[in-house]
């Protein structure tokens, strides 16, 4: 199978985002506006990007695997894990599910956070039409329970930085969540944020993963640097 071929200055920025690589998985920082898995758009996913990478880089003349075990929506930015392995793609897909991958995000607020520290609980209930989710008032008719622990951090002269650990998997979840709050996420137009970035993404990045190694059983932390639009954030 070929793939596309990689601009030198294309191949050195791919590169130059691996976070974390070995025989089972790779670990890579995504950008905002990137999809992590194909789409209706049509556009090439992070992990069609990777395959042609990964099949120049070590000369493979033959099929590239990359499966993707979760997903960062498209104007968020972060760590991104790949398996390199069918047996590594399904254990990573069971950690995600049991709860076992701790993830902490960083966002960027347009107020602060008050209290500064605290525990967020909420049913959230997805309306698929408008790929939006919104706070229900009550369980049922498909609303799930969210939960997420936040902490203020610090701010710029305009935005107020806040930690998330992602508790739970929901739509949107840490949006939302802030959103309902007051707390709407820099550049976040369809939850409050009073203007678009100029990227088009918004500023919430995925920080931090810490896992077992499906294979290796080992703990691994692996943090990826802030966008350079966050200025003034401390990467």
């Known amino acids: 199978m070929e793939y596309r071929t990689l601009s030198p200055g294309e191949f050195s920025d ?4 691996i976070l974390y690589e ?6 890579v920082n995504k950008r905002v506006g990137e ?11 992070l992990a069609e990007t990777y395959k042609a990478f990964i099949a120049f880089r070590d000369h493979k003349p033959g099929k ?34 049991d709860g076992e991958m701790h993830k902490t995000y960083w966002a960027l607020c347009c107020a602060k956070p008050e209290p500064e520290t605290g525990l967020l609980e909420d049913y959230l209930v997805r309306n698929e039409q408008q790929n939006k989710s919104y ?16 902490r203020y951090m610090d701010a710029t002269d305009r935005y107020f930085r806040v930690e998330v650990e992602l508790l739970t998997g929901r739509h949107h979840q840490i949006r939302c969540q802030l959103s309902s709050r007051g707390w ?3 550049g976040d137009l369809k939850y409050g944020a009073p203007r678009s970035n100029p990227d088009g993404g918004i ?3 995925a920080h931090a993963i810490r896992f077992v190694h499906p294979v290796k059983k080992e703990e691994l932390c692996i943090e990826a640097p802030v966008p350079a ?3 003034g954030i401390p990467t």
Not at 14 to 17: E, F, H, I
Not at 70 to 90: N, Q
Not at 135 to 148: C, D, E, F, Q, S
């Open 14 to 17: 791919l590169a130059s985002r």
């Open 22 to 27: 070995d025989n089972h998985l790779l670990v």
């Open 35 to 45: 999809i992590t898995q194909g789409d209706k758009t049509g556009d090439e996913c």
């Open 64 to 97: 590239v695997f990359l499966g993707v075990p979760h997903r960062l929506d498209r104007p968020v930015s972060g760590v991104c894990v790949l398996a390199k392995t069918s047996k590594a793609l399904e254990r990573l897909a069971a950690m995600f599910r």
């Open 135 to 150: 706070v229900a008032r009550h369980a049922g008719n498909g609303a799930k329970l969210a939960r997420l622990r936040y």
């Open 184 to 186: 709407p996420i820099k």
């Open 203 to 205: 500023c919430l990045h």
């Open 229 to 231: 639009s966050w200025k």
